[in-house]
């Protein structure tokens, strides 16, 4: 196939291929250059993510730690206000119910004595009754 080239055609595109060759190789350094810097800074920034990572997660611990300390705090609290409310409600409630066996025994007291009234109505009625019949006799005579 080179021997179908010209020779003053070769004399014109060698140098200019050589030069292009030149040229491309640079080219193909300096981009290898630029994607080491590049490789680098990804690397280094990888770094950075992974350091900042690390830290986040160190602050998170240290904050869910400190929130269930909270938390269990704060149940204790709970537990121990709603114990004291219900050992007092249930005095309270125990009050009340002695209260009520109180009101009980003096509604049985007031029963006894409507029934002692009743009874001595029926007594006092009988009494009218026999005045009564004792005037009765008594005009009679």
């Known amino acids: 196939m080179a021997e179908k080239i010209p020779g003053w055609l070769e004399r014109v595109l060698l140098p200019q291929l050589s030069e292009l060759k030149g040229d491309v190789n640079a080219l193909d350094a300096k981009m290898e250059g630029e994607f080491n810097t590049v490789h680098s800074e990804i690397k280094r920034l990888d770094q950075k993510i992974e350091g900042v990572d690390q830290r986040l997660g160190q602050?998170?611990?240290?904050?869910d730690q400190r929130l269930?300390?909270?938390?269990?705090?704060l149940d204790q609290k709970l537990t121990a206000r709603i114990d004291s409310l219900d050992a007092k409600l249930t005095q309270k409630i125990d009050g009340v119910e002695k209260g009520i066996d109180g009101v009980d025994k003096r509604i049985e007291g007031v029963?006894?004595?409507?029934?002692d009234l009743g009874q001595r109505m029926d007594?006092?009625?009988?009494?009218?009754?026999?005045?009564?019949?004792?005037?009765?006799?008594?005009?009679?005579?």
């Open 59 to 63: 602050r998170v611990d240290g904050l």
């Open 68 to 73: 269930g300390q909270r938390i269990d705090s």
């Open 111 to 115: 029963d006894k004595r409507i029934d």
């Open 123 to 141: 007594v006092v009625q009988r009494l009218a009754t026999v005045e009564a019949k004792v005037q009765e006799l008594e005009s009679r005579r």
